[in-house]
Antibody, heavy 119, light 110 residues
Framework: QVQLVDSGGGVVQPGGSLRLSCAAS????????MHWVRQAPGRGLEWVTV????????FYADSVRGRFTISRDDSKNTLFLQMSSLRDDDTAMYYC????????????WGRGTKVTVSS | QSALTQPPSASGSPGQSVTISCTGT?????????VSWYQQHPGKAPKLMIY???KRPSGVPDRFSGSKSDNTASLTVSGLQAEDEADYYC??????????FGTGTTVTIL
């Protein structure tokens, strides 16, 4: 079954760090661009970051650039999101997402992992 | 990058149709044919319903259709059913490896 299982969320204090993981199965992970999308409580979806299949090209939303780092381990079919200098407005459900094709829509979504930034 | 504009809500009776608009700019919706639509039920992850403006993934009913004119994309749900009650989001590629989502529309079945 094609799926993404995201994990690593939790409660962290402002200024703290957290690392999210996403395990992919039953599709060719190594050939796919992968994204993180987040959704604050009661709010809409916000695109966060993308990593190309080559693992070298990475791009970020203005709101997280310089604080978040996306990476991938193709040997383990796993996507990561290292988050640092966390702020209250980073509180959200974070979804690991597979793109259908370069620049195209997002066809496979993880169930999400919840991140709460609070003192 | 500003969010794409959607109406907050839309509604229709079972069997009727509802159309949701998604307005952007020439830098996103109007500039690329990479507009997609997502359905999200409460507490669930979004589900891809339409990609590349008007294409349906396997398994999505043909009651769902998409279109685009200039800077505005639209999603039409025909023959409304109870299970179509959900939040719907549009999304567009916005150039320079950026993507933008719409503000979201809650569809209610009357």
């Amino acid at each position: 079954q094609v799926q993404l299982v995201d994990s690593g969320g939790g409660v962290v204090q402002p200024g703290g760090s957290l690392r999210l993981s996403c395990a992919a199965s039953e599709f060719s992970f190594t050939t796919c661009g992968m994204h993180w999308v987040r959704q604050a409580p009661g709010r809409g979806l916000e695109w966060v970051t993308v990593i190309w299949a080559d693992g070298r090209h990475k791009f970020y939303a203005d709101s997280v650039r310089g604080r978040f780092t996306i990476s991938r381990d193709d040997s383990k079919n796993t996507l990561f999101l290292q988050m640092s200098s966390l702020r209250d407005d980073d509180t959200a459900m974070y979804y690991c997402v597979k793109e259908r094709a370069p620049f195209d829509g997002f066809d496979i979504w993880g169930r999400g992992t919840k991140v709460t930034v609070s003192s | 990058q500003s969010a794409l504009t959607q109406p907050p809500s839309a509604s229709g009776s079972p069997g009727q149709s509802v159309t949701i608009s998604c307005t952007g700019t020439s830098s996103d919706v109007g500039g690329y044919n990479y507009v997609s639509w997502y359905q999200q039920h409460p507490g669930k992850a979004p589900k891809l319903m339409i990609y590349e403006v008007n294409k349906r993934p396997s398994g999505v009913p043909d009651r769902f259709s998409g279109s685009k004119s200039d800077n505005t994309a639209s999603l039409t749900v025909s023959g409304l059913q109870a299970e179509d009650e959900a939040d719907y989001y549009c999304s567009s590629y916005a150039g320079n490896n950026n993507w933008v989502f719409g503000t979201g529309t809650t569809v209610t079945i009357l």
